[in-house]
């Protein structure tokens, strides 16, 4: 069974500053695809970047991209230039290539902006 | 532009009472829809997937159900609720012929059972 792992519960970075959450996550399948989603105060979950896993070219989107190391089935994301709305609970999730889009979460990192 | 409405925002029911949790997808046909629990502000649970009308699955037994009357429309219920049934309930779609199946998530219904 697939199992994704964020190892650190709470994160905090000053505005304007940069600011790395980890994630790795266990499987054998050779096909998968991983992405970060945000959590807001708001609670609604929100898209923040996707990477498919036979792409070797890390995804970007503006300020966030993702370190993608396969062999080492780690997956972190990169915030550049924290602002204060990026405070959130932010989640790693796995899901397997032609699987219905079942998503595997971790436990989730809450990220504090300090001004 | 796709969207996704989920009602009731906010439920306090008692314990022992039954449960209907509606999720309603626009701008697209035959998605593909799921629910998921939150418990504690920490990592969601799927507990029910739907990849068309009568094709429900679902991933944990417990004592709530899914049914999924009409294509776009997704149904969370429960006869009697447990105190454990307290959580944050999410909806989800998806599309299931594109490169990447990504899920777009409804804004949530929370759910006290006292």
């Known amino acids: 069974a697939q199992t994704v792992t964020q190892s650190q519960p709470e994160m905090s970075v000053q505005e304007a500053e940069t600011v790395t959450l980890s994630c790795t996550y266990d499987t054998s399948e050779n096909n998968y695809y991983l992405f970060w989603y945000k959590q807001p105060p708001s609670r609604q979950m929100i898209l923040v970047i996707r990477q498919e896993a036979y792409k070797q070219q890390n995804a970007t989107e503006n300020r966030f991209s993702v370190n993608f190391q396969k062999a080492a089935k780690s997956f972190s994301l990169k915030i550049s230039d924290s602002q204060l709305g990026d405070t959130a609970m932010y989640f790693c999730a796995f899901m397997k290539g032609n699987q219905g889009g079942k998503l595997i979460f971790g436990q989730g990192t809450e990220l504090s902006v300090k001004p | 532009s796709q969207t996704i409405h989920q009602w009731p925002a906010t439920l306090v029911q008692p314990v022992g009472s039954p449960l209907s949790l509606e999720c309603t997808v626009e701008?697209?046909?035959?998605?593909?829809l799921y629910w998921y629990r939150q418990a504690a502000g920490r990592g969601l649970q799927l507990l029910f997937y739907s990849i068309g009308i009568d094709q429900i699955s679902s991933e944990v037994p417990q004592n709530l159900s899914a049914s999924r009357p009409q294509d776009r429309q997704f149904i969370l219920s429960s006869k009697k609720l447990l105190l454990s049934d307290s959580g944050f309930y999410l909806c989800a779609w998806s599309v299931g012929d594109r490169v990447i199946e990504t899920q777009y998530f409804g804004p949530g219904t929370r759910l006290l059972v006292l």
């Open positions: 701008g697209t046909s035959n998605p593909n």
